[in-house]
């Protein structure tokens, strides 16, 4: 997508690096500027960390990122320097965007009209291969010694540009400004190379090719109905009749005698929660909570079914409606069966969160215990390796800690230190894990992991006064045992992070 429909509703007081002369952008600096705003979305409350949805994403996420280092066309050095992150955002719209550094933004109105896994890799890839591709160092560099300020003049046009369309137009005065977030636009000629290269991207990936197919064909419909700022990924991704018929020519050599994506039961359950996380309000819910009780019901396809019942019980339980809720979970359950593939999985996870949000921590913990023996898990219930298994347990001890289950908080602290260990970027596991070390009354680690949460979320200057916060602790004795492992690493950590926030402040 076009970086000037990217930000959302990021603050407009964020920082940006100067880009030396722009005549060359290297990944680092452009790394960086990706850091800069993504720090913004992060502090959006349009920002959503949904471990379910997450999940989801990722298993279609990192199958293209495998399959483009595979090709060739993801680098070690570039696999390495950038992000490679998707974010979530609560929007309706219809809109997926590339940003600098390899991050991705993904609106949930989009996961909410995509059929198949395969539409939704269709749409990753696209925007996977502008950024493999460099298209936007290509076009920063192009702007030459106006790059910095086209940049700004960028971002800061499309914070407000979600919420409030006569702010962003206020932020940008001029034809010169209007002019250069036109130039951030990805040409026609990037547009087709992301369509060329995503293409055998996709298909390596083990994608069917019919999914870009079938996505095409929705966006094609929705631009001849001249969108009406539903679908924002027309404007920065307009439909060409040279894409047209490049797509075209490609459906009829390669995907003329596949059969059309169906959406899987699972599927169907994931796009019901984007729905009704994305549209929380009032009404809304009422009528997802309703439609089961539809005359129609019985008579609409089983993916269709399932959904409105996934959606159902996700917007009761949103409406503390947790009677309404559990019968209409039990209706999945009658409806699925015996499945005890993923789509079983949701619905567990599912009830999970029903008990949670009334208060019943022994039906959630039943709930979760439910889940069948995996090879590649330790057990089940507790010991759940999966994300968001880990994290309904960690929720499920810290509401009965208040009953002092002690040995539960110190076996949860240990599956969250070895889930950082592999996922030090992961805010919401940071989090968690600091909440269980206060649980355990272990304060001076329970400081630094919400240091480190600042960290994976980008405020390296809140991460700092974090640091300074568990040295202070340290040095008044705080603790009655010192730790000193724990307070050598929080040294060393202050200092990693002074070091970025110097790098920033020469960058201003």
């Not at 591709?133 to 003049?153: D, E, M, T």
């Not at 997802?288 to 019942?309: F, H, I, K, N």
């Not at 330790?378 to 800690?401: C, D, K, W, Y």
């Amino acid at each position: 997508m076009a970086q000037s429909n990217a930000a959302g509703s990021m603050q407009a007081g964020a920082q940006l690096p100067a880009l030396g002369d722009g005549s060359d952008m290297s990944s680092g600096a452009e790394r960086r500027l990706g850091e800069r705003i993504a720090r913004e979305i992060y502090r959006d409350p349009d920002y959503i960390d949904d471990p379910v949805l997450a999940e989801y994403v990722q298993g279609v996420w990192q199958p293209l990122l495998a399959a483009a280092r595979l090709r060739g066309d993801l680098s070690p050095e570039l696999s390495e320097r950038f992000a490679w992150e998707i974010m979530l955002g609560r929007d309706r719209s219809v809109n997926a965007f590339a940003l600098p550094g390899g991050y991705f933004g993904l609106h949930l109105g989009l996961l909410a009209v995509v059929s198949s896994r395969d539409e939704l890799a269709s749409v990753l890839w696209h925007e996977l291969s502008h950024v493999t591709q460099r298209h936007i160092s290509r076009l920063i560099a192009n702007q030459g010694q106006q790059a910095p300020w086209v940049i700004g003049a960028m971002i800061l046009g499309a914070l407000a540009a979600s919420k409030n369309a006569n702010v962003a137009n206020a932020m940008i005065v001029g034809s010169q400004a209007a002019a250069a977030q036109s130039q951030l636009n990805f040409s026609r000629d990037m547009e087709r190379e992301a369509d060329r290269v995503g293409y055998g991207l996709m298909t390596q990936a083990g994608f069917e090719a019919q999914g870009f197919v079938t996505m095409f064909d929705k966006l094609q419909q929705a631009s001849r109905l001249n969108d009406n700022g539903a679908y924002p990924y027309l404007r920065s991704h307009p439909l060409t009749t040279e894409r047209i018929a490049d797509m075209q020519s490609r459906q009829a050599l390669g995907v003329r005698n596949q059969a059309t994506s169906a959406p899987t039961l699972e599927h169907a359950m994931l796009a019901a929660r984007a729905r009704v996380l994305s549209n929380p309000g009032v009404d809304a819910l009422r009528a997802a909570a309703m439609e089961p009780g539809s005359p129609r019901m019985a008579a609409l396809p089983m993916p269709r079914q399932v959904a409105a019942l996934y959606s159902a019980a996700l917007a009761a339980s949103r409406l503390r409606d947790f009677g309404l809720a559990a019968a209409n979970a039990d209706r999945l359950t009658a409806l699925l069966g015996s499945d005890e593939g993923g789509a079983a999985r949701w619905v567990r996870l599912l009830r999970v969160e029903i008990a949670l949000a009334s208060g019943n921590v022994a039906g959630a913990q039943a709930a979760l215990n439910d889940a069948p023996a995996k090879k590649d898990s330790p057990g089940s219930g507790m010991l759940a390796t999966r994300r968001p298994e880990l994290f309904l347990s960690a929720q499920i001890v810290l509401h009965a800690n208040q009953s002092g289950q002690l040995a539960q908080v110190n076996a949860l602290a240990q599956r969250l230190q070895m889930w950082v260990a592999d996922h030090p970027r992961d805010a919401q596991a940071w989090q968690l894990l600091s909440s269980a070390y206060a649980a355990q009354g272990q304060t001076l680690r329970a400081i630094r992991a919400d240091a480190e949460t600042q960290v994976a979320l980008l405020d390296y200057a809140a991460a700092l006064d974090r640091f300074k916060a568990a040295q202070d602790f340290v040095r008044k004795g705080g603790a009655a045992t010192p730790d000193h492992i724990e307070a050598s690493i929080i040294d060393t950590r202050r200092r990693q992070v002074e070091s970025v926030l110097k790098e920033q402040a020469l960058e201003r």
